[in-house]
Nanobody, 115 residues
Framework: QVQLVESGGGLVQPGGSLRLSCAAS????????MGWYRQAPGKQRELVAR???????NYADSVKGRFAISRDNAKNTVYLQMNSLKADDTAVYYC?????????WGQGTQVTVSS
């Protein structure tokens, strides 16, 4: 059974940091492109960051220089380090695993940036 379980979300003040984790199981993690997406209230889900099998990363323009995605294939886990958080980063953050036509999603973790 495929599972993606996110953790690490919460309430943080503007300028603060959070680290999200996504623990994967039930599939061959190391051959999947892993990504983080987010969805704010009333908005469409958008790509935040993605990391390839070989560790190549790409980011949404809005988070470049502030967020960093990484993966640990030994632990079947992908991370999202979020620094200098802004109110606009408030959203539910989802972990995604993708390969060919296969696409798996986690249940999401809430990140709220507010003073």
């Amino acid at each position: 059974q495929v599972q993606l379980v996110e953790s690490g979300g919460g309430l943080v003040q503007p300028g603060g940091s959070l680290r999200l984790s996504c623990a994967a199981s039930g599939f061959n993690f190391r051959i999947y492109v892993m990504g983080w997406y987010r969805q704010a209230p009333g908005k469409q889900r958008e790509l935040v960051a993605r990391i390839s099998l070989s560790g190549i990363t790409n980011y949404a323009d809005s988070v470049k220089g502030r967020f960093a995605i990484s993966r640990d294939n030994a632990k079947n886990t992908v991370y999202l380090q979020m620094n200098s958080l802004k109110a606009d980063d408030t959203a539910v953050y989802y972990c995604n695993a993708a390969r060919d036509l296969r696409d798996f999603w986690g249940q999401g973790t809430q990140v709220t940036v507010s003073s």
